[in-house]
């Protein structure tokens, strides 16, 4: 089984970000002990590192092929909200002169909602453990920046791609970003995300193309490629 290398803090991310990586027996301490406690306990103390980063490269490497087509060498992609960069990690493995931006905040919230969030003030990451899986999963620091979203300016530059799975539009309205985006983005920029309002996005770009449907999950979905602000 193919797997990523995992310390434990990160480990403990990993599931806090990716709550259908959760075991039987995680799953049933949170239902009895609460998302608090779990969030502040249980995640940091009861975790197979090994199981987790088994399951983690099988999700990762599933989401690559959803939108492997849209990916070519010498892309400069943005990412928000990427986690703990998984999907980066293998995104580099098949494509050559990659180079990554991160959106990212830098705090774990006390008690982790995965709900719709109207204010994006929840937030489950670490930036300086974001930067040791890449690392530690060799990809090299020339290759990649951070930008934390409460402290730094976003960069002000052109990608290729934008990436936000299960993130932007998903946990939080795209209006947090929208005047960033449209700066950043060409004509020909593609912008990758999750969202439960697929249709909305029919007013907001020339092109819409769904690319994956999901049904199984509390909030329903759709993966959708975007490109071309109507208003650009």
Same mark, same amino acid.
């Given at each position: 089984?193919?797997?990523?290398?995992?310390?434990?803090?990160?480990?403990?991310?990993?599931?806090?970000?990716?709550?259908?990586?959760?075991?039987?027996?995680?799953?049933?301490?949170?239902?009895?002990?609460?998302? $608090?406690?779990?969030?502040?306990?249980?995640?940091?103390?009861?975790?197979?590192?090994?199981?987790?980063?088994? @399951? $983690?490269?099988?999700?990762?490497?599933?989401?690559?092929?959803? &939108?492997?087509?849209?990916?070519?060498?010498?892309?400069?992609?943005? #990412?928000?909200?990427?986690?703990?960069?998984?999907?980066?990690?293998?995104?580099?493995?098949?494509?050559? =002169? &990659?180079?990554?931006?991160?959106?990212?905040?830098?705090?774990?919230?006390?008690?982790?909602?995965?709900?719709?969030?109207?204010?994006?003030? =929840?937030?489950?990451?670490?930036?300086?453990?974001?930067?040791?899986?890449?690392?530690?999963?060799?990809?090299?620091?020339?290759?990649? @920046?951070?930008?934390?979203?409460?402290?730094?300016?976003?960069?002000?530059?052109?990608?290729?791609?934008?990436?936000?799975?299960?993130?932007?539009?998903?946990?939080?309205?795209?209006?947090?970003? &929208?005047?960033?985006?449209?700066?950043? #983005?060409?004509?020909?920029?593609?912008?990758?995300?999750?969202?439960?309002?697929?249709? $909305?996005?029919?007013?907001?770009?020339?092109?819409?193309?769904?690319?994956?449907?999901?049904?199984?999950?509390?909030?329903?979905?759709?993966?959708?490629? #975007?490109?071309?602000?109507?208003?650009?």
């Amino acid at each position: 089984m193919k797997t990523f290398h995992l310390r434990k803090d990160i480990a403990r991310l990993v599931i806090l970000q990716r709550s259908e990586l959760l075991n039987q027996n995680l799953k049933k301490i949170r239902k009895i002990f609460g998302r $608090y406690l779990f969030t502040n306990f249980f995640s940091k103390h009861f975790i197979n590192i090994q199981e987790i980063s088994e @399951s $983690y490269y099988k999700v990762m490497s599933d989401e690559l092929m959803t &939108i492997k087509k849209y990916l070519k060498s010498g892309q400069k992609i943005l #990412c928000i909200g990427s986690g703990i960069g998984g999907l980066e990690i293998l995104i580099q493995k098949y494509f050559n =002169e &990659i180079n990554f931006t991160f959106i990212e905040k830098d705090y774990v919230s006390k008690k982790v909602i995965y709900g719709w969030d109207n204010s994006n003030s =929840e937030a489950y990451n670490s930036i300086n453990l974001l930067e040791k899986f890449l690392i530690d999963n060799k990809m090299k620091r020339s290759d990649f @920046s951070i930008v934390d979203f409460d402290k730094n300016q976003l960069l002000a530059k052109k990608f290729d791609l934008v990436i936000s799975l299960y993130s932007l539009d998903y946990h939080y309205d795209l209006k947090f970003y &929208i005047d960033y985006l449209k700066k950043i #983005c060409t004509k020909d920029t593609l912008l990758i995300f999750d969202t439960i309002r697929a249709e $909305y996005f029919n007013e907001v770009f020339e092109h819409v193309d769904v690319i994956k449907v999901e049904n199984k999950i509390v909030h329903k979905s759709k993966r959708i490629v #975007c490109k071309n602000f109507l208003n650009y």
